[in-house]
């Protein structure tokens, strides 16, 4: 709930200047509201993002399997698709570990968020302040989800925790949430430890859970595209790249990274996917 009763009291807070259309937006529309109102608003986006952001995919794999096989090309395990019996499967227990385990802990942890100082006051954060604290919590999120996947191939951690994840050797949009309830508040722990060390405004923390979550759905997409705006990004891993440890299976002791690359290279386990990637290169020029 912002401090300020009036447009000149906000204008005051922001050092005596007018507010931006985003701040007077905001100010109109949260300044009566509890902060942790604004924070639990995260179910509502996980919801919505759950639902709708796998449905791209899901469309691709109806229309590839007869109306458009050309589609197929851009599948990266073409002779795999989902059974909709398994769809709905999936999207029931997806749903279920939504509202048992997400919602919970999405409401639980708002004293913890009101402890490290996020803020909901203005002003609003820069563009590139927001660019950078993404970044960070990227990079902290990426690390400690390696080393927290890399543990849960362990043949205790595999056979009780994420064996359930990798029921799916064909990955699908609609499993990227698709874990034990142990996984899903194991892997969601580095989530916050970005915006703990590096808090910012609760825009920001919505972008930011927002898109680890779009971003986790894309990897799990099955479908590798050459003009995807993702491939600028230096070292992102992408569907391709997350796709090969699914395809190797429970076994597989490569491409733990959720995210970027860089882990998996410094440590030497993306070593058989490198390899792949040569002999592919290799038949190419053959």
Same mark, same amino acid.
Request: proline residues 7%; aromatic residues 18%.
């Given at each position: ?32 509201? &509890?902060? @942790?109102? $604004?924070?639990?608003?995260?179910? %509502?986006? !996980?919801?919505?993002? /759950?639902? *709708?952001? =796998? #449905? ?27 059974? &909709?019996? @398994?769809? $709905?499967?999936?999207?029931?227990? %997806?749903? !279920?570990?939504?509202? /048992?385990? *997400?919602? =919970? #802990? ?181």
């Amino acid at each position: 709930m912002l401090p300020y009763a009036t447009l000149q009291e906000a204008q005051a807070a922001v050092g005596g200047r007018a507010l931006t259309a985003a701040e007077a937006l905001w100010f109109r529309y949260t300044g009566a509201v &509890p902060d @942790s109102w $604004l924070y639990y608003l995260n179910v %509502v986006f !996980l919801f919505v993002i /759950f639902n *709708v952001a =796998p #449905l791209p995919s899901l469309v691709l794999d109806l229309l590839a399997r007869s109306p458009f096989p050309s589609l197929r090309r851009f599948k990266l395990q073409p002779s795999s698709f989902t059974s &909709p019996s @398994s769809v $709905l499967r999936c999207y029931k227990t %997806v749903m !279920l570990t939504f509202l /048992f385990v *997400v919602v =919970p #802990l999405q409401l639980s942890s708002y004293p913890v968020v009101k402890f490290i100082g996020i803020r909901t006051s203005l002003p609003l954060p820069s563009v590139w302040e927001i660019l950078v604290q993404l970044l960070v919590y990227f990079m902290i999120e990426d690390y400690g989800n390696y080393w927290i996947h890399r543990w849960l191939h362990s043949e205790w951690g595999y056979n009780n925790i994420h064996y359930m994840h990798h029921e799916f050797v064909a990955p699908t949009s609609l499993a990227a949430p698709y874990a034990h309830w142990l996984e899903i508040l194991l892997l969601g722990l580095p989530s916050f430890v970005g915006p703990v060390l590096v808090p910012g405004h609760m825009v920001t923390l919505w972008l930011w859970i927002a898109l680890r979550q779009i971003e986790a759905i894309e990897t799990h997409s099955g479908y590798e595209f050459p003009w995807a705006p993702t491939k600028l990004i230096p070292f992102y891993g992408g569907s391709e790249y997350h796709d090969y440890h699914h395809f190797v299976g429970g076994k597989s002791q490569s491409n733990f990274a959720s995210v970027f690359t860089y882990c998996d290279y410094i440590y030497g386990t993306d070593k058989g996917y490198r390899y792949k990637k040569r002999v592919e290169g290799d038949r190419k020029e053959q």
